[in-house]
């Protein structure tokens, strides 16, 4: 880690340390406030469901939970699905899905900084959920810092999502609801 990102986190942490209800995240060379919504918590709680009907144990799949990113700001996606073999500290190679819910109408981090960075990394399957436009996008098969692949699902779809351990988690989005 650089000495920015350093001062980065430690500012994180004391900020996350007297604010409740926010994620706070670094990206770029910015700190990220977001307040949470029930919407986000919900959309959150549905795919852990989905995630543990499909047979994956729930010490596998984890909500705002650290993963290192060598060189980079560490990341606490809104949910992972990570490794049988994994511990904690975990680190980006642990992740088998990054799924993150859009906390604002006009974010640039999900669709842009974190794809770069998951891409770069890795991270076999990220999908990105997005209240406020009804959809979801799926992208997997990463390559240098983008996703070969992307799938674009409405909400009221359900999203086939295939992790590369060859499981299966098909997430219904019927009961997703909606930001204005």
Avoid: H, W
């Amino acid at each position: 880690m650089t000495a920015q990102s350093d001062s980065l986190q430690e500012t994180i942490e004391r900020i996350a340390a007297v604010l409740d209800g926010f994620k706070i995240e670094a990206v770029g060379d910015r700190i990220i406030m977001t307040p949470q919504s029930s919407v986000q918590s919900l959309t959150i709680f549905d795919v852990r469901d989905a995630a543990v009907t499909a047979g994956i144990r729930k010490d596998r799949v984890f909500s705002d939970v650290e993963f290192a990113f060598p060189g980079e700001p560490k990341r606490c996606p809104d949910l992972s699905i990570v490794e049988d073999e994994a511990t904690e500290k975990f680190t980006y190679e642990d992740l088998l899905a990054a799924i993150e819910v859009v906390s604002s109408k006009y974010d640039k981090n999900d669709y842009a900084i974190k794809v770069r960075q998951y891409a770069r990394f890795g991270v076999p399957v990220y999908l990105i959920i997005d209240p406020f436009l009804g959809e979801c996008t799926l992208l997997t098969r990463p390559r240098d810092d983008i996703y070969a692949r992307r799938e674009l699902y409405k909400y009221g779809d359900t999203i086939p999502l295939r992790l590369p351990d060859g499981r299966a988690v098909d997430i219904p989005t019927d009961t997703f609801k909606r930001r204005t």
